[in-house]
C-alpha cells in the first residue's frame, strides 16, 4: 500500500508560480524507490498528465506543461513536488499525484500513461485567474 497526500493548491494570477507538494508514505514499499507522477483534470474534461519521476530522478513532462512545470523528489523527506511558473488559466484544474509501485526506473513518453499508475492521492485545487 502507498498513501499519497497533497497540499499547496490554492488560486494564483495568471503569471504567477505556485509549489504542490505530495507527501509519500508506504508500509510495504521504499518510497525513494517509486515512479511517481503528477496528473491534472479541468472540471468537465478528462484528466491529463503533467510529469513524472523516476527513482533516479529522471523527468517526463507534458507538452503543455514542458518549460513551464518542474517536478522533483526529496526521497529524505518522501516528499514529491511540483513547481508551476508562468501560470496560464488553462492550468486550472485538480492536481493529483500518484504512484507507481511497478517500477522505479522510467524514461520516455510512456511513462505519462496513467495506466501505469496504481496509487492516486485525493487531490489538491488549482486556479488560475486573470
Known amino acids: 500500500q502507498v498513501q499519497l497526500v497533497e497540499s499547496g493548491g490554492t488560486s494564483a494570477q495568471a503569471g504567477g508560480s505556485l509549489r504542490l507538494s505530495c507527501s509519500v508514505s508506504?508500509?510495504?514499499?521504499?518510497?525513494?524507490?517509486?515512479?511517481l507522477g503528477w496528473f491534472r483534470q479541468a472540471q468537465g474534461k478528462e484528466r491529463e498528465e503533467v510529469a513524472s519521476i523516476d527513482s533516479r530522478h529522471n523527468t517526463e513532462y507534458a507538452d503543455s506543461v514542458k518549460g513551464r512545470f518542474t517536478a522533483s523528489r526529496d526521497n529524505a523527506k518522501n516528499i514529491l513536488y511540483l513547481q508551476m511558473n508562468s501560470l496560464k488559466l488553462e492550468d486550472t484544474a485538480m492536481y493529483y499525484c500518484a504512484a507507481d509501485s511497478r517500477r522505479n526506473y522510467c524514461r520516455g513518453a510512456f511513462c505519462l500513461g496513467s495506466s501505469l499508475f496504481d496509487y492516486w492521492g485525493q487531490g489538491t485545487q488549482v486556479t488560475v485567474s486573470s
Open positions: 508506504s508500509s510495504t514499499h521504499m518510497v525513494g524507490g517509486l515512479h
